[in-house]
């Protein structure tokens, strides 16, 4: 059966479910978006997930037509009509179509989109013996050009840093910011391992602000283990005992070696081994 997609309240084969070609959304990537996972029925993080959604939206003066209650509950409803416990959510919301040109104010027809279906980033065995990435030349965004926070449309900084990537052989890239530290990897989160002691880069490098990495810093600390969020470089991504990245579509996955060094032994280590099992039992047991 063909996917049913929830579009502006209504759920239609995705045949049909279709925008204008003036959208905002395709026309200047004027829109903002969220990835959402579901384990066994049940939305992972749903609260977070939508104040993001939200705060993003606020960030660039577009108003969610619908309230975070619908929104939830729509969810719910695109994940059972597809029939997809297990599935990936992606949320989009578009400033819609207006006249051509760049004023916003333009357009007053926001569109919602709900896609439920599957996502599965990396093969297994790349779980299991960790991935090998690339330093892009590509920085994150400057703050102050677009904010890293906000889940915007434009993911074309990201993208021209995973080119780099797949070019150079590697899965993914790891991006610097505009002082030249660790910010993150293209769609995920970065972590080391150092001494036991976990280390991440803080809000204020320029990134994303993460459910999983929230969520892993959480059953990080269960562990009794700190997680330290300061500057980073890559001079510490190559001297750490361990990496690993974190995210909706990613998961928790090891990272074994970076720019042709291996990190640490060049296996994943015990730490993210012992964070990745925590992670898989807390989304199945939430
Ligand atoms: N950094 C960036 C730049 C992201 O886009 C994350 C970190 C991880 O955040 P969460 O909240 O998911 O732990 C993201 C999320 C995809 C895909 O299709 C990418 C993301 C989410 C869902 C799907 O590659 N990025």
Redesign the pocket.
Known sequence: MSRQIWINGKLLPKEQATISVFDRGLLYGDGIFE?IRSYNGKVFRMREHLDRLWDSARAVALEIPISKEEMDKAIYETLQVNDLPDGYIRLIVTRGAGTLGLDPFSASNPQVIIIADT?S?YPAEFYENGLEIVTASTIRNHPAALN?RI?SLNYLN?IMAKVEAITAGAKEALMLNHTGEVA?C????IFLVKNNTLYTPPMSAG??G????DAVMELAAATGRETRETALTRHDVYVADECFL????AEVIPVVKIDSRAIGVGKPGPVTLDIKERFHKLVREQ
């Open positions: 990835g996502i980033l890293a889940k990201n993150e293209t769609g995920d989160n990134i994303l993460g459910v999983t990495r974190t995210g909706t579509a």
